[in-house]
């Protein structure tokens, strides 16, 4: 058997933050690797739990001992509930009475749970000629630049949310200008919400989920490593609207990329 540990894969790190991923925080993989074809078909072993591979899933021998399990995530709509909120029996998909979509009922109080799309909102914020962005220092997309922007909280607003999300992730204090963009992103379930704002004092720094924040002109902007496709639609409607001062609050609905599917993460062995 070779062991693996996860090495820090965990809520935060899922996108969208419904997906399912086999792998916890302190969790421990095992697999046999004693022979080839039986790993091919073999499968995962995850806390007492059977979990099948597929094609998908693949290891690589890379040197000096080491072993990189290869995983490809697939990502999920809803997140399947397997107990009843309310009294914690078992719940099963069905269509409720008076209802058209099939939902999860529980089984004995018949407690019907309601999974709806999740608000995230976002700032651009402005100082003088330039924008403010963030090297996200979380997965997904590590490294990758953003908008600071995350998901909305019980009891605040969409524009304190938004102030909030700026200041957890960049360390710096805004004022919201107006609403600039709506983008439904269907394939996930999620509504991005974004604002223009005005950094009202430019003392900004990295957070634990930015390594490096930083004022960027358009002429600077690094288009080649935006994080996530509704942020780059952002900056290319903000800067193309700033030609003419003309901000307009738009709704749009974004497309599916071809290649959002499937995402894949490394874990390296113990040795």
Sequence with gaps: MVFFRDIGVGRHDLTPQNSTLLLRV???????????SSFLDGHWLYKDVIWPLDKRRQVKLCGHGLMKLI???????????????????????????????????????????YQNPKMVVGCIP???????????????????????????????????????????????????????????????????????????????GPTRESSEVKLVHEKDIPWDDIAFPVIQKTLLHYFRDRKTGAFEFQSL???????????????????
């Design 126 to 204: 402005e100082y003088e000629n330039h924008i403010l962005l963030c090297r996200r220092d979380i997965e997904p997309r590590r490294g990758k630049w953003t908008l600071p922007a995350g998901f909305l909280e019980n009891g605040e607003s969409v524009r304190e949310g938004a102030m909030r999300e700026t200041n957890e992730e960049a360390r710096v204090r805004v004022k919201i200008i107006a609403p600039y963009r709506l983008f439904d992103l269907v394939f996930v379930n999620q509504m991005y919400l974004m604002f223009r704002a005005r950094i009202l004092v430019p003392e900004f």
């Design 253 to 271: 609905e974004l497309a599916k990329p071809s290649d959002y599917s499937f995402r894949s993460i490394e874990v390296k062995s113990e040795s």
């Design 26 to 36: 302190k969790s421990v993989v095992r697999l046999d690797l004693t022979q080839k």
């Design 71 to 113: 995983l490809t995530i697939g990502l999920r709509p809803n997140m399947n509930i397997h107990y009843c909120t309310q009294c914690g029996s078992t719940v099963e998909t069905r269509i409720p009475s008076g209802d058209e979509r099939a939902r999860q009922v529980c089984t004995v109080c018949g407690n019907i749970h």
